[in-house]
């Protein structure tokens, strides 16, 4: 069975810094990795996701994320990070049926 | 654009009492799931769906029923409710073709208390 590790509950990081949220993650075979994001008292809203190909992938509101294989993680980050950028972020591995299997989150604050 | 929409949004039960949430969906989507979302353990999988009249577990059934008569509807039940079923109900749903990359729809949530 697949598991994603989110090994910080709070990542604290002053605007205009860049911001990394790490990720970890377990499966047979090639992995399919997913970035989501909470607002709060809202849905998960699709911010990125590695299929196949660039190490590197880019996704919504300037935030991108490196997949490394040899270290099994795939970590979120963004170079200038803004106030609003502030929520609960959420990486996921797809399984058979589609399903994806969520990390227990990490809670993002951005200090003005 | 409705997208995925859950009814009801908000509810507060007593222990043992009984109810059904529905998740609707417009996108002509064959898969369809209900997580639940707890503090610190992020979403887990309740039930899914890979298609109309179909349902399987995921990782937390216990519980809960679910049933899918209609492809753009996921009906989530709870016969006998327990105050560990307190959580935050989320739907999602996702084509099943090939082309079709992964990302999951989902929607805003259905926050149940059971006193």
């Known amino acids: 069975a697949q598991s994603v590790a989110q090994p910080e509950d709070q990542v604290n990081v002053a605007e205009g810094n860049p911001l990394t949220v790490k990720c970890t993650y377990s499966v047979s075979g090639n992995p399919y990795l997913f970035w989501y994001v909470q607002y709060p008292n809202r849905g998960l809203q699709f911010l990125l996701k590695y299929i196949t190909g660039d190490n590197l992938v880019k996704g919504s509101y300037g935030f991108e994320a490196e997949f490394n294989k040899s270290q099994t993680s795939f970590h979120l980050k963004k170079p200038s990070a803004l106030v609003s950028d502030s929520a609960l972020y959420f990486c996921a591995v797809r399984g058979s049926a589609r399903q994806l299997t969520f990390g227990s989150g990490t809670q993002l604050t951005v200090l003005p | ?115």
């Open chain 2, 1 to 115: 654009n409705a997208g995925v929409t859950q009814t009801p949004k908000f509810r507060v039960l007593k222990t043992g009492q009984s109810m059904t949430l529905l998740c609707a969906q417009d996108m002509n989507h064959e898969y369809m799931y209900w997580y639940r979302q707890d503090p610190g353990m992020g979403l887990r999988l309740i039930h899914y769906s890979v298609g109309e009249g179909t349902t399987a577990k995921g990782e937390v059934p216990d519980g809960y029923n679910v049933s899918r008569l209609k492809k753009q509807n996921f009906l989530l039940g709870l016969e006998s409710a327990a105050p560990s079923q307190t959580s935050v109900y989320f739907c999602a749903s996702i084509l099943a073709g090939g082309s079709n990359t992964g990302e999951l729809f989902f929607g805003e949530g259905s926050r149940l208390t059971v006193l």
